[in-house]
């Protein structure tokens, strides 16, 4: 995939191509979520505050999809 679909005003994009946009990673009996945007910026759209949102509201079902132990 070397094309990167977004709208808004974004230069040189190519970096992010291909690249996850959220990572969930174990971390000891928890989770670390990790946004490669800051979508708590006073900038972004207001879209984007859904993201930690989401996150927060559905911490039990991070492991979801991920088989027995969720690891």
């Known amino acids: 995939m070397d094309d990167l679909l977004i709208s808004g005003g974004l230069d040189n994009g190519e970096g992010l191509a291909g690249a996850p946009a959220v990572v969930d990673?174990?971390?000891?009996?928890?989770?670390?979520?990790?946004?490669?945007?800051?979508?708590?910026?006073?900038?972004?759209?207001?879209?984007?505050?859904?993201?930690?949102?989401?996150?927060?509201?559905?911490?039990?079902n991070l492991s979801a999809g991920t088989g027995p132990g969720g690891r």
Request: net charge neutral.
């Open 25 to 60: 990673a174990p971390f000891g009996d928890g989770h670390v979520v990790m946004f490669s945007i800051n979508p708590m910026w006073r900038g972004q759209t207001h879209g984007s505050y859904f993201l930690v949102f989401n996150t927060l509201l559905h911490y039990g």
